[in-house]
């Protein structure tokens, strides 16, 4: 399983690094603030998913049950988290902590129906796609006046697209192993996102938010 500790730690370098930027961000526009903080989470439970993965497939049997923990942690929140911080760069939603509680909530509630009638990948299918729907809505707003903007967002949303409903997660593709080209895609998507999301709110006067 050497490839697959590779590929989870290329994985948990590339979220670890939208991590990274993130941080280095120390003031945010006060309407950013919550909105940054839930895509910090979402990138740390991606990273965090990968980091046990790679201690995993790479060390011990020992994290298996951490790994499968934070992987569906990431895999129903991470995505979610990021768009809903997306989206409120062009749609202000005006959430309070309450809110984003909530959402978190709603998702859990999610994963444990999805869980009680075996439709765990069908419910995370379609949570990723609304998810990147999102996103690409926001690029599309910014396509004229941030066209970088707009390839990040379009690079992480195709990374995200082509790794859940073209590669997936199992068997062999051309001699490699469908999940190792799985964390690579996710690599990709994750650092774009990551860092388009950091391009765009890392000045606290940022640019005008634009409405439907």
């Known amino acids: 399983m050497t490839s697959l500790a590779v590929s989870d730690a ?113 419910t995370y299918t379609a949570i990723g796609i609304m998810s990147l729907l999102v996103i690409l809505l926001v690029g599309f707003k910014f396509i004229r006046q941030k066209p970088s903007f707009f390839i990040y967002i379009l690079v992480g949303s195709a990374s995200f697209s082509v790794a859940g409903l073209v590669i997936g997660t199992h068997g062999y593709l051309a001699g490699f192993l469908r999940l190792d080209l799985f964390h690579y895609l996710l690599a990709l998507g994750s650092l774009s996102l990551g860092t388009g999301y950091f391009l765009f709110v890392r000045k606290p006067q940022g640019s005008p938010q634009l409405s439907l």
């Open 10 to 122: 290329i994985l948990c370098f590339s979220c670890s690094y939208s991590v990274f930027l993130l941080l280095q961000q120390k003031t945010f526009a006060n309407d950013q603030k919550l909105p940054a903080t839930a895509a910090l989470i979402g990138f740390i439970l991606m990273s965090l998913a990968s980091f046990f993965g790679t201690l995993y497939y790479g060390f011990s049997p020992i994290w298996a049950d951490i790994h499968r923990l934070f992987t569906h942690a990431a895999t129903f929140l991470a995505l979610p988290l990021i768009a809903g911080a997306y989206a409120h760069l062009v749609w202000p939603l005006n959430w309070h902590k309450p809110m984003w509680g909530r959402l978190i909530i709603a998702l859990m509630i999610c994963f444990e129906i999805a869980r009680r009638f075996q439709a765990i990948e069908t």
